[in-house]
């Protein structure tokens, strides 16, 4: 099945400096087969489907590299807590834990996957998902074969919080994440997570969940920085993570780090949002060399928006992010904190995910904030939406 999508306005390609203007796409099955001016695109004996753009904009699709999206139960009346003053703390999560824990598989499968559609709506072509609210072997086994049934990105973070059935005996706890849990979880994973925060893991039991999931194939990546400064950073760093996520409260050190290391800094602005935290300074962070990735953090707690396009707007109106460089973020960006190269771009040879806005140009994301501006989804060459 191939697809010509053309009279495009402003194509953002994630391969050159600036977008395309008066572009078109062709799609051949699951990938991209040409890029270029209109006036160019190649005639097609066999025929191809052609979607008129009108002049809209078209953008790679949304890569989220950073959710929680399997869970039961929600904390609404927490949230409405904070919004009346209280603080945002990390024992929420227990709370969640309860209802994961008694969810069954169809019920935490029917809410993954509603949410999963819902941000194939809003533009997002690939999806990380991460465990974390079942703290204990079976239901973390659950999550993340639950997880692995949508996306090839499964992280494991049964280092998420200490559970409440161990509490003061957080070592103790670490042991059964590195031996049993993740002997039932490796087989479903790409990726190994820990929450390194003063109130969840401490540098040591961070490294030692680290350290065990790269001795079974998988890679790290490190929620860090979210709540005050800490080591996080600079132990992701060490062990060359992919990501080191939330970076909300950072020392001119990591900043350094960071600017000199493979590791992308994934900032998440809809946990500032929602937790009334201040926003990092991704202006002074891409100045200073760091690759800034953004993602929703999709999850019952600190972040429920599902929206990378309300993501962009809040890096621009207050990240001091160009808009160019939020798209980038939130789609090469994202790739890059996944370390995939065949997603994130339109080029030759790449996956086809791509998003047609409902606007002539990317800055439509940012200027009109909480407005529907996705028009249609491709996701592996086949239109979705
Ligand atoms: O990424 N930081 C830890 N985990 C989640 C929050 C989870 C929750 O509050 O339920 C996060 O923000
Ligand atoms: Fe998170």
Same mark, same amino acid.
């Given at each position: ?41 190649? #005639? ?5 489907e ?27 009346e ?23 824990r ?28 991460? #465990? ?23 992280t ?15 070592d ?5 994440v ?13 990726w ?33 920085s ?16 992919? #990501? ?6 950072l ?40 690759t ?10 600190? #972040? ?31 790739a ?49 939406r």
């Amino acid at each position: 099945m191939r697809t010509m999508i053309t009279n495009i306005g402003e194509l953002t390609t994630n391969d050159s400096s600036e977008p395309l203007t008066d572009a078109a796409v062709l799609i051949d099955r699951g990938r991209i087969e040409w890029v270029g001016a209109a006036d160019d695109a190649p #005639s097609d004996p066999e025929g191809y489907e052609e979607v008129d753009a009108a002049g809209r904009a078209v953008i790679p699709g949304f890569v989220d590299s950073h959710s929680h999206i399997v869970f039961g139960g929600d904390r609404a009346e927490e949230f409405e807590a904070r919004m009346a003053g209280q603080k945002y703390a990390a024992g929420g999560i227990r709370s969640t834990v309860a209802a994961t824990r008694s969810a069954s598989d169809d019920e935490l499968r029917a809410r993954l996957r509603g949410l999963l559609d819902e941000m194939l709506a809003q533009g997002t072509t690939t999806v990380e998902i991460k #465990s974390g609210y079942g703290l204990d072997v079976a239901t973390e086994e659950r999550l993340v074969r639950l997880a692995a049934e949508v996306t090839p990105e499964v992280t494991f973070l049964g280092a998420h919080v200490v559970p409440a059935e161990y509490a003061d005996r957080g070592d103790e706890y670490v042991d059964v994440v590195v031996g049993e849990m993740l002997d039932a979880c490796a087989p479903h994973v790409k990726w190994i997570d820990v929450f390194c925060e003063t109130g969840a893991f401490t540098v040591p039991q961070s490294r030692r969940v680290l350290e065990a999931g790269i001795a079974r194939g998988l890679q790290p990546r490190v929620h860090a920085s979210q709540l005050g400064r800490g080591e996080g950073v600079q132990l992701a760093i060490e062990l060359g993570a992919a #990501s080191v996520d939330h970076g909300t409260y950072l020392t001119d050190a990591d900043v350094a780090a960071l600017a000199a290391s493979d590791t992308v800094l994934t900032l998440l602005p809809g946990v500032e949002f929602s937790t009334r935290q201040p926003y990092p300074d991704a202006r002074a962070l891409i100045d200073a060399g760091v690759t800034v990735a953004l993602a929703c953090d999709t999850n019952p707690g600190s #972040s429920f928006t599902s929206s990378m396009a309300f993501c962009i707007a809040v890096a621009v109106r207050d990240m001091g992010m160009t808009t160019a460089e939020a798209v980038w973020a939130a789609t090469a960006g994202g790739a890059r904190a996944l370390r995939r190269d065949d997603i994130g771009v339109i080029a030759p040879g790449k996956r086809a995910d791509l998003v047609l806005l409902d606007a002539p140009s990317r800055v439509h994301l940012a200027y009109r904030p909480g407005v529907p501006l996705i028009r249609h989804v491709w996701k592996d060459g086949a239109r979705v939406r």
